[in-house]
């Protein structure tokens, strides 16, 4: 299985900055996307930011313009720069790999979660 390890969460004030990062671990894989997702109370998961597998960036509307989706190959590690932000960026936030495993199935790994609040 893949292992995702998420890192980067926490309290910040609105209009400030927060890094997350996501590095995958496990048997060797191909990825074919590579994002993060979030999930405030009440709601339902939603997309943030993710690479699909020609490279390509998709970033939900919400985002465009403050947050940045980057990786690093080399390390299997997919970061979710995010600025200017909002209270209603409060959400539990997932890092998500879609792939398939060397000689062995597909896959689709959540990691853990990681908390992000942002007071008013």
């Known amino acids: 299985q893949v292992q995702l390890v998420e890192s980067g969460g926490g309290l910040v004030q609105a209009g400030g900055s927060l890094r997350l990062s996501c590095a995958a671990s496990g048997r060797p894989f191909s990825i074919k996307s590579i994002g993060w997702y979030r999930q405030a109370p009440g709601k339902q998961r939603e997309l943030v930011a993710a690479?699909?597998?020609?490279?390509?960036?998709n970033y939900a509307d919400f985002v465009k313009g403050r947050f940045t989706i980057s990786r690093d190959n080399a390390k299997n590690t997919v970061y979710l720069q995010m600025d200017s932000l909002k209270a209603e960026d409060t959400a539990v936030y997932y890092c998500?790999?879609?792939?398939?495993?060397?000689?062995?199935?597909?896959?689709?790994?959540w990691g853990q979660g990681t908390q992000v609040t942002v007071s008013s």
């Open positions: 690479f699909s597998s020609g490279g390509s960036t």
């Open positions: 998500n790999v879609v792939g398939r495993q060397v000689l062995g199935s597909d896959f689709n790994s």
